[in-house]
């Protein structure tokens, strides 16, 4: 592969990043409809300067997370742009349904490719047809079927966002002795031999020059958030259906996401605090409607399951404050989203989180697995809303610096000068 001269139009350097980066709840009801936000880029016909982007990641689609998410905001971006996106993923969803070979949304192309196993690791593994591929951008580390991508394509430019990160706090020795050598063997020599490296975050950025990537390869680009999260949520809906004022976890109920630390943590508040969890189960669900009849806070907790993007902003926009107790952040999308609906944030002082929230200013970070001061700060913001109003109104400013007319477009220069060489 040819290497590309590095140039200041594509560059989104660190200087253009902002450093922050229940069973007894009532009938659980859609807020009114809120019309969409026309994107920033008119749609377009192709030309001859369009470019058509082949976009490989694990799950995409009705999948939903950060990466899928994010993606999902850029493509549309691109395709009302006048460009083509593919994106090849795997066939096999989450729930362990097979999706069809052949979908859309909103003019982005979805190509599924049956995994090599539905199991484990091999869930993500697949073999996607890019023959005539002209740019390529490949989505997570660690992800077996990009290896192969990178050494198939080597005379195509080839794009690769790390998203959840390189860096593994709180893991075991055995992760950690495999890790190391994936990393040696595997994960480093193909990041090596791509042309442009995104990583959401700069705590990334040493762990990828110890290793020897030319800082000139790598760019720190925040995930976007489109025009549609700025749109203001019925602050009054979710505390309608959940009868009150609420703390709010948005995501996956996943172990590796501080559940059950948060729930952990809830039950040491007042007795008229209120929890609510909205996204799908991740395979914690059950375990989490146990304890929380164990801890006496079942009538208190809420389970609200997947919920819509109108949903999703009118929880936000009627929470307290958002809770993200995770072992990992790379992104930490939700928390943008969050401070576009003007609501405060407490979270794990790691990732992305840790450079995103400013301490006391923004939200609160606490130490992972540290569940009193978790429940300290959960306290903080619930017995005192003013502090999380001011700290929520801050964030709303800072979430302007996320808007996708303001990051899409230098993604899009990139791909441009890498498609002229």
Partial sequence: MKPVPDKASETVSKS???????????????????????????????TEQSLTIHHVTPHFYPEVGGVEDSLRHFGAWLVQGGHRVIVHTSSLAASGETLAARGAIEGIEIQRYPPISNRGYFRTWFRPDLSGARLIHLHGYAVRTNDRVVRAASQVPIVFSLHHGVRMPHVGRRVRVLRKFYDRFVGVPTLRRVDRILVTSSGDVPWLTRRGIPDAKVRVVPSPLPDDAYVPGDASWGRDRV???????????????????????????????????????????SALRTRARDLGVASRVTFLGTVSEDEKRSLLASCVCLALPSLFEAQGLVAIESWAQGRPIVATRVGALAEMISHGETGLLVPYHDIHALADSLDRMWTHPEVGNEMGAKGKRVAESFRIGKIAPRLLQMYEDLAAH
């Fill in 16 to 46: 253009d990043v902002p450093h922050l980066f229940s069973p007894e709840a009532k009938p659980f009801e859609a807020p009114p409809h809120r019309p969409r936000e026309p994107n920033p880029v008119e749609r377009r016909p192709m």
């Fill in 243 to 285: 009868g009150g004022p609420f703390i709010l976890y948005l995501g996956r109920l996943h172990e590796e996401k501080g559940v059950d630390d948060l729930l952990e943590a809830f039950s040491r508040l007042p007795p008229d605090a209120r929890l609510v969890f909205a996204g799908p189960d991740g395979g914690r669900l």
